[in-house]
């Protein structure tokens, strides 16, 4: 089973507006990441939070963790129509070496 | 470094036929993972291989997929025999060290009929 679960699963804004996707998992972790999919292509990693960080900043992104929710946030501001795509997030969980695991991502339309 | 890279791109095939995709991760990265993708299940982790080493396959389906790293350059997952439900697209990715980005290819597109 899926370590991550986004939500919601589909997000439509405006242009201009901010975007806020959530991210639940289940076990202890290490990390945890964010990921973006543009249609038809890989996924590109975003950014990184460590179990021992609360929030972290690029440029218009802005990730938070709440260990003890086992939650974590991704914040896209000022949304561009570039910003279409689906993102992921995939937790590094403890004793489990490299492993990722991602979740069934969110998939986010921001019109021009 | 030209990133992952992941051949063929797309492969069709009829059912019964023997499937091999192909990875060549970026230099240096010593974890290597295979992923599958469908609308259905979202993003799998079917296998892992750290320093070459099958790490966790318990995502791998059955036992008609089967995947090797002979090289710290190069990984094969084979389907065989293939069915339609197989149809995904099956993206390689690689990483440096424990829990760290993870590097993506562009996906081979599988479709069996």
């Known amino acids: 089973s899926q370590q991550g679960e986004e939500d919601p699963q589909a997000l439509s804004i405006q242009e201009g507006e901010n975007a806020t996707m959530n991210c639940s998992y289940k076990t202890s972790i290490n990390n945890l990441q964010w990921y973006r999919q543009n249609s038809g292509r890989g996924l590109v990693h975003l950014i990184l939070i460590r179990s021992n960080e609360r929030e972290k900043h690029s440029g218009r992104l802005r990730v938070t963790l709440d260990t003890s929710k086992k939650s974590s946030s991704l914040l896209i501001t000022a949304s561009r129509a570039a910003d279409t795509a689906s993102y992921f997030c995939a937790t590094g969980l403890n004793n489990a070496g490299n492993m990722l695991t991602f979740g069934g991502g969110t998939r986010l339309m921001v019109k021009p | 470094d030209a990133g992952v890279i992941q051949s063929p791109r797309h492969e069709v095939t009829e059912m019964g036929q023997e499937v091999t995709l192909r990875c060549k991760p970026i230099s240096g990265h010593n974890s290597l993972f295979w992923y599958r993708q469908t609308m259905m299940r979202g993003l799998e982790l079917l296998i892992y291989?750290?320093?070459?080493?099958?790490?966790?396959d318990s995502g791998m389906p059955e036992d008609r997929f089967s995947a090797k790293m002979p090289n710290a350059s190069f990984s094969t997952l084979k389907i065989q025999p293939s069915e339609p439900r197989d149809s995904a697209v099956y993206f390689c990715a690689s990483t440096r060290t424990g829990n760290t980005e993870a590097f993506f290819g562009q996906g081979t597109r599988l479709t069996v009929v």
């Open positions: 291989f750290n320093n070459n080493v099958p790490i966790d």
